[in-house]
């Protein structure tokens, strides 16, 4: 089944953020790998509970407190490495300016900050969005993956039945004597029920300044905060 009112709501935020999908399915693949492809387009996810949820990528508050009083057992925290962080995006779309013909955009700092801070090394992903037609928004979907993965730490954990709401999407703050952080926000990319009705959480770390337009340039200086 289909959640129709997290598609209505997605629909009016792409509209928002000035989101269009434009391009031609594949007929040979199932419609749920279709539906994934055309997410691209729109930096958003498909999150399966009782149904389908479409799931944009967007700002947002937190709905709920994670700290000693609601989890249970250990908690691992995972620092970002070479194998998440970009520097350098290179997108290929078809551009409508140019009467669909491939068009390759390299979205990179350049003040060259994020470079210096990896050390001099060139951390570069080739991104296609099949169903994106200009190239203001290729760039902005390149800045919101770059800027993603420069706010990559992860956290699973362990919640009580408290947590039993949350879904895919929500953001939560998270506090934490063992890895010095309070009250630090992070955004639910996972979640699964225990028998026992506890709830197994996967967490990515979170921040407005992902989707302000433009590469962040020191996410990487407030590790733990």
Known sequence: QIDLPSFAAAEAHFTSQGFHCRGNLKTGINMY??????????????????????IPSKTGTSVMTLDSSN?????????????????NIKVKFMDDATDYKDNIKIVTDTTGNLLAQDNGNLLQREMYLAFTK???????????????????????????????????????????????????????????????????????????????????LNARTDDND
């Open 134 to 216: 200009t190239l203001a928004t290729a760039e902005k979907l390149a800045i919101e993956k770059i800027n993603q993965s420069r706010q990559s730490h992860m956290i699973t954990l362990t919640a009580t039945v408290e947590a039993i709401k949350l879904q895919a999407g929500d953001i939560v703050s998270v506090t934490n004597e063992t890895f010095g952080i309070t009250n630090k926000l992070f955004r639910v990319r996972q979640t699964s029920i225990q028998p026992s009705s506890e709830i197994d959480l996967t967490l990515q770390e979170y921040s407005d300044s992902i989707y302000a337009g433009s590469i962040i």
């Open 71 to 87: 989890t249970i057992g250990s908690v691992t925290y995972a620092l970002s490495n070479k194998s998440t962080l970009l520097n």
């Open 33 to 54: 790998d279709n539906l994934i492809d055309l997410c691209t387009s729109c930096n958003s996810s498909v999150a399966l509970g009782d149904k389908y949820q479409l």
